[in-house]
Nanobody
Framework: QVQLVESGGGLVQVGGSLRLSCAAS????????MGWFRQAPGKEREFVAH????????SYADSVKGRFTISRDDAKNTVYLQMNSLKPEDTAVYYC????????????????????WGQGTQVTVSS
């Protein structure tokens, strides 16, 4: 059974940093493209970042571009999200998601494009 387990969330002050991790099991990780999404209370789940199966392509939401970095370590079956210069509006539950490679013509910024999801980790940025 495929499992994605996020960790690294917590409470941080404005301007601080956190690194989220997502450990995957029961899948051939190197064949999967990975995404990070977030959901704040009362809001829809929104795209944060994506890295393709080879690690050669990444994309970011405009709201996090230049502050967040997605990376992957296939030897550890883990995808990371380094978050710097955090703002109160970054407060949300962060989820990682996986999809077998990238399907042509599919919007990788849409939650519906992903096959597997983690349970989420809370990030709270206090001012």
């Amino acid at each position: 059974q495929v499992q994605l387990v996020e960790s690294g969330g917590g409470l941080v002050q404005v301007g601080g940093s956190l690194r989220l991790s997502c450990a995957a099991s029961a899948l051939t990780f190197s064949m999967y493209s990975m995404g990070w999404f977030r959901q704040a209370p009362g809001k829809e789940r929104e795209f944060v970042a994506h890295i393709n199966w080879s690690g050669g392509s990444t994309s970011y939401a405009d709201s996090v571009k230049g502050r967040f970095t997605i990376s992957r370590d296939d030897a550890k079956n883990t995808v990371y999200l380094q978050m710097n210069s955090l703002k109160p509006e970054d407060t949300a539950v962060y989820y990682c998601a996986a999809v077998l490679r990238d399907r042509p013509g599919v919007n990788m910024k849409s939650p519906t494009s992903y096959d597997y999801w983690g349970q989420g980790t809370q990030v709270t940025v206090s001012s």
